[in-house]
């Protein structure tokens, strides 16, 4: 299954504006939309940069994959371990 992977800068700059910490990696699928904060690709994958023909979201960079991506869980930063 085909997953593109993108940095949503949108988030990165309300992270840096509010002190929000979401996710600002989108993977998508034909079936879902996902958040991450780190992915792990096991496997190939390439990086396309395509300024004259962005996604329907606007991204111009991003990584496509066939292999499988993980989402490495965050630990909590309210956590004291």
Same mark, same amino acid.
């Given at each position: 299954? =085909?997953?593109?992977?993108?940095?949503?800068?949108?988030?990165? =700059?309300? *992270?840096? =504006?509010?002190?929000?910490?979401?996710?600002?990696?989108? #993977?998508?699928? +034909?079936?879902?939309?996902? +958040?991450?904060?780190?992915?792990?690709?096991?496997? /190939?994958? !390439?990086?396309? +940069? !395509? /300024? *004259?023909? /962005?996604?329907? #979201?606007?991204?111009?960079?991003?990584?496509?994959?066939?292999? %499988?991506? =993980?989402?490495?869980?965050? /630990?909590? %930063?309210?956590?004291?371990?």
């Amino acid at each position: 299954m =085909k997953t593109i992977i993108h940095v949503n800068q949108h988030k990165i =700059k309300r *992270n840096a =504006k509010t002190g929000e910490r979401e996710p600002v990696l989108t #993977c998508k699928t +034909y079936k879902s939309n996902d +958040y991450a904060h780190e992915v792990m690709i096991d496997g /190939p994958s !390439r990086i396309i +940069y !395509r /300024p *004259n023909k /962005p996604l329907s #979201c606007g991204a111009r960079v991003w990584i496509e994959t066939e292999s %499988e991506v =993980k989402r490495v869980e965050m /630990p909590s %930063e309210s956590s004291n371990g």
